[in-house]
């Protein structure tokens, strides 16, 4: 609640910051890193069932459909979901009521959550590994892709051999950015301002007719 008096506009990120400055749950850190996100992926990506990988509080994807409401739903899980993702989700649709029964928050692992064609599959910061189990999943499903990579394998033996020329964690996201372009996406890399997240870029991957 001690946050509430930073956000006094009237804009729409003003407006969520305040739903959850009352909950007082949630650590701003993931409120603008969460923001960042949402609204850049938004930029590239419209409609479709949103499925938010390891989801923490789920907060990325009840933000996808506060920003585009042509998506039917978010489906979002996490091995283990904080007790306090239900609050978060309950205080978004109370302020969005249009959210209603729209935010599904499940414990899942990436491989037991079921994917489908046409899903838009996004992941912010899932640890190490887990960013290329995602991709193999939004891959093997032909979903739509949106991910943030977190605390790179640096002991990852498939590491390009090219490294030397980069330092390792930009090689492991080159090499995932190639093996999207090899599936037949299309690849655009983002970056979100170093300000709100050292861990800051963004790899999109749209699928394309002949993926």
Known sequence: MRSLP???????????????CRVNVLPRKELYESWEFARRVRRHFRGGRVVDLACGHGLVGALMLILDDSSPEAL??????????????????????????????????VEETPLREGDLVVSVHACGSMSDRVLDRAIEAGAQLALLPCCHPVAD??????????????????????????????????????????????????????A
Do not use: H
């Open 6 to 20: 930073r956000f006094v506009g009237t804009s729409l990120f003003d407006e969520l910051a305040r739903t959850l």
């Open 76 to 109: 979002c899980t996490d091995v283990r979901l904080p007790k306090s993702a239900p609050l978060i989700r309950d205080a978004l649709v109370q302020r969005w009521p249009r959210l209603a029964d729209r935010v599904r928050l499940e414990a899942a692992t």
């Open 157 to 210: 033996p498939e590491v390009p051999s090219w490294k030397a020329w980069v330092d390792d964690a930009l090689a492991i996201d080159l090499r995932r950015a190639l093996r999207l372009e090899a599936a037949g996406y299309q690849v655009m890399a983002r970056v979100i301002p170093e300000r709100i997240t050292p861990k800051n870029r963004l790899l999109l991957g749209k699928r394309t007719a002949r």
